[in-house]
């Protein structure tokens, strides 16, 4: 957990999925999705089940976690189960539900159908879309956290940087990186850590490989940290001994696409204004084809969540939003240059929440 006395108001975070629930005109809604989970109880496990109804909250869970849920939950209702189908079904009779949704991304049908077979009320199952929107508006507690993990992450990279050694290859650098962010405090990384040299930063999901890193390369290092539940996310570019004047004209388009991204950023705008004019300034280098993926995503409990920052998004941006914006330019067979920033959104702009400075940055391998 981060080191500070924030606390977390968790029936504020009740209203926002009540509200749901009676837009919805359900007499509750089973939760499924553990984010969401640990987002409305604080419980951190990795198995269990919650039903919000208007008047409370009941979190169900097996016998592994019972400790855990005594130390983590207050305030709400707990009951244990054996099978999670039946611990649902059993809660759901004994309050009389009769019009229940569930999160459809996250509700296997398996398990529908067996809360349906245990259930002899006459139960109506409703899908419902995507509740993680009620996790889009951070507090103070989840900015810190992600503050927190960003300044982890930043130390890491920059501390390896500054005595890159000869020969290592992408694996090396990656859990190089994963270490020290792990000694540093976080409770994990956020992703698997991305390194990728040469042509290999052409591909933007790239996986380290043994690859040793090279004179002339373009590094690509995308990673963040998990501290408190709470993501950070970040990209940043190096190039190794030098940098050719095609990489610095592709790192600057890339920049200056970022940062016009990021200088509209503000309680009001369409997320897909925002992609918009990344690609913009990409068209008037003629390099937009080659910039293959939507600018940016919410961050929080998940790498990635609400809002997304695409050309097909129907999000409005609202202050207490956590966005990344990072545009690239993938050019196969040669190199890619992607920068990422982390940003809070708010009434009248943005703050960057990430710490390693973005600039062409040329780094030595030494002994």
Do not use: W
Not at 72 to 99: C, D, F, L, M, P
Not at 282 to 304: N, Q
Not at 307 to 324: D, F, H, K, W
């Amino acid at each position: 957990m981060p080191h500070n006395s924030l606390s977390i108001d968790y029936s504020l975070r009740y209203q926002r999925i009540k509200l749901r629930l009676m837009a919805a005109r359900q007499d509750a809604i089973i939760v499924i999705n553990m984010k969401n989970i640990r987002y409305l109880t604080g419980f951190s496990g990795s198995d269990g089940a919650l039903l919000v109804s208007e008047t409370e909250m009941i979190l169900l869970f097996d016998g592994r976690y019972t400790n855990q849920v005594k130390r983590e939950v207050t305030g709400i209702a707990t009951a244990e189960y054996r099978e999670k189908s039946e611990g649902i079904a059993r809660i759901i009779g004994e309050k009389g539900y009769q019009h229940v949704g569930f999160e459809a991304e996250y509700c296997s049908f398996s398990l529908l159908a067996r809360v349906r077979q245990r259930v002899d009320n006459g139960i109506q199952l409703s899908p419902l879309g995507e509740l993680d929107a009620i996790r889009a508006i951070k507090d103070e507690y989840e900015l810190s956290c992600i503050r927190q993990a960003a300044k982890i992450v930043a130390q890491a990279v920059t501390g390896i940087m500054a005595s890159l050694p000869r020969n290592a290859t992408e694996q090396d650098l990656a859990a190089e990186i994963d270490y020290r962010t792990r000694l540093a405090g976080a409770e994990a990384m956020a992703f698997a850590t991305i390194v990728a040299s040469g042509e290999n930063s052409a591909l933007p999901h790239a996986q380290p490989t043994n690859r040793v890193l090279s004179n002339g390369d373009v590094l690509l290092i995308d990673c963040g940290a998990v501290l408190g539940g709470y993501a950070s996310d970040e990209t940043v570019v190096f190039f190794i001994d030098r940098i050719t004047e095609k990489q610095k004209l592709v790192y600057q388009a890339v920049k200056q696409a970022q940062e016009a991204a990021i200088q509209e950023i503000k309680a009001g705008v369409t997320a897909r204004k925002i992609d918009r004019t990344a690609r913009q300034v990409l068209a008037i280098y003629k390099l937009e084809e080659f910039f293959t993926h939507s600018t940016g995503h919410g961050v929080g409990l998940a790498i990635h969540e609400e809002p997304r920052l695409a050309s097909i998004s129907e999000s409005v941006l609202l202050a207490g939003m956590v966005v990344t914006v990072e545009p690239g330019v993938y050019l196969p067979g040669e190199f890619g240059i992607r920068i990422e920033e982390t940003v809070l959104v708010k009434e009248n702009g943005c703050e960057i929440l990430t710490n390693i400075p973005k600039i062409p940055t040329i780094i030595n391998i030494g002994d």
